[in-house]
């Protein structure tokens, strides 16, 4: 059960005006977007920084950011926006399923990882997770192949998916039809690379 219940249509013109922006034309707003519109004023304020997360503004590709969102979600243990990822992104990011699986249950160290910048934002995100900091090493490590501006946008988006795990959690937003879960995740069978 939600402890905060997500508005319901009909909506009164504020809300439907900001639930509109939030979604591409056609698509039911989230619950997500349904939970936040309790708070206008809040959920209002939230959409240019969203804008630049999800956009084309953002310095890093849509594989890369979908790691550090998929990756912070699962460690948060936010299954619905983890879910709501996987689901609207993880094809077009380009994720294999033994990567969705790393991301949620492994660790940098997988081996269905051969890129050691991914390697690195798995780490990174890790890190910022478990200590609000990144180390000495790892920062080095990262400057191989993230621009100053690209790090500080990873390390922004990771702490703005903290932020929205926490409102799923603690609003106790539930699953969205049709969005996988860590169970299925856990489940599904794994990937074997061909025998050569």
Known sequence: MPRIEPLSA????????????TMPPGQEPIKLFRTLAVNLEMASAMIPWARHELGRSLAISLREREIVIDRTCALCGCEYEWGVHVARFGQRADLSQAQVRSLAFGSAADPCWDSEAERLLIRVTDELHERSDVSSGLWDDLTHHYSHAQLLDIVMLCGWYHAISFVGNASGVGLEPGAPTFADCAAAPVERPPAG
């Open 10 to 21: 009909p909506y009164e013109q504020p809300v439907a005006h900001y639930l509109a922006a």
